[in-house]
Nanobody, 130 residues
Framework: VQLQASGGGLVQAGGSLRLSCAASGGTFSSYFMEWFRQAPGKEREFVAAVSLSGSRTYYADSVKGRFTISRDNAKNMMSLQMNSLRPEDTAVYYC????????????????????????WGQGTQVTVSS
């Protein structure tokens, strides 16, 4: 599956942005979907994951309560609603597709820092000014 992320931009602290990820060329509903981000000089880090149906989600502690991940399998789309943005949220955001035996297995791999990514999208820049 090919992934195309969009929606990044420049926003003031406390503001909101909505990122989108469009999928094509595969069976979107068969992939767990995630968002990652990479700030300058830092390693890529996990942000959020959503289950195959969209009924379950999982977030990094740093974004919990502020970000919401969702997916629309009918439209082959995934989104990340980002509220109460902080300067430390500044990064290039990447969407990703994973295949794991189960949601539990995916969570285990994420907690362990072992990202089982099948496909990466290109990044979209999010800049939060103070």
């Amino acid at each position: 599956v090919q992934l195309q992320a969009s929606g990044g931009g420049l926003v003031q602290a406390g503001g909101s942005l909505r990122l989108s990820c469009a999928a094509s060329g595969g069976t979107f509903s068969s992939y767990f979907m995630e968002w990652f981000r990479q700030a300058p000089g830092k390693e890529r880090e996990f942000v959020a994951a959503v289950s195959l149906s969209g009924s379950r989600t999982y977030y990094a502690d740093s974004v919990k309560g502020r970000f919401t991940i969702s997916r629309d399998n009918a439209k082959n789309m995934m989104s990340l609603q980002m509220n109460s943005l902080r300067p430390e949220d500044t990064a290039v955001y990447y969407c990703a597709a994973s295949r794991a035996p189960s949601w539990s297995d995916l969570l285990i791999s994420l907690v362990a820092g072992k990202f089982i990514i099948a496909n990466w999208g290109q990044g979209t820049q999010v800049t939060v000014s103070s």
